[in-house]
Nanobody, 126 residues
Framework: QVQLVESGGGSVQAGGSLRLSCAAF????????MGWFRQTPGKEREGVAVIVTGSDSSVYADSVKGRFTISQDNAKNTLYLQMNSLKPEDTAMYYC???????????????????WGQGTQVTVSS
């Protein structure tokens, strides 16, 4: 079992920055991917970024490329999402996700992940 706890959300003006954190507990050594998703009311959860556990290999959604950076601190078992140049359309509930499965869909798909955090709200005002 892996437990994920997000923090760092909040309200910011357009152009500002926030850093989200996701603390992982439990059998964290078994994860192969960790990622961030976001969701707005009435829409499906959208993959934002993913990183291969224990490496610097990462992938981003086109909508955040160049503005967001995903990283991990293995010593602290913590995943981060640095969000710069925020836009109102970045407003969403942000979720941390992890998977211990080596197959099962692309990184953008919710079904790829078997562990989820509770979410942290990010609101960007214009």
């Amino acid at each position: 079992q892996v437990q994920l706890v997000e923090s760092g959300g909040g309200s910011v003006q357009a152009g500002g920055s926030l850093r989200l954190s996701c603390a992982a507990f439990g059998y964290t050594y078994s994860t192969v991917l960790m990622g961030w998703f976001r969701q707005t009311p009435g829409k499906e959860r959208e993959g934002v970024a993913v990183i291969v556990t224990g490496s610097d290999s990462s992938v981003y959604a086109d909508s955040v490329k160049g503005r967001f950076t995903i990283s991990q601190d293995n010593a602290k078992n913590t995943l981060y999402l640095q969000m710069n140049s925020l836009k109102p359309e970045d407003t969403a509930m942000y979720y941390c996700a992890a998977t211990t499965w080596r197959t099962g869909g692309t990184w953008r798909e919710e079904r790829r992940y078997n562990y989820w955090g509770q979410g942290t709200q990010v609101t960007v005002s214009s």
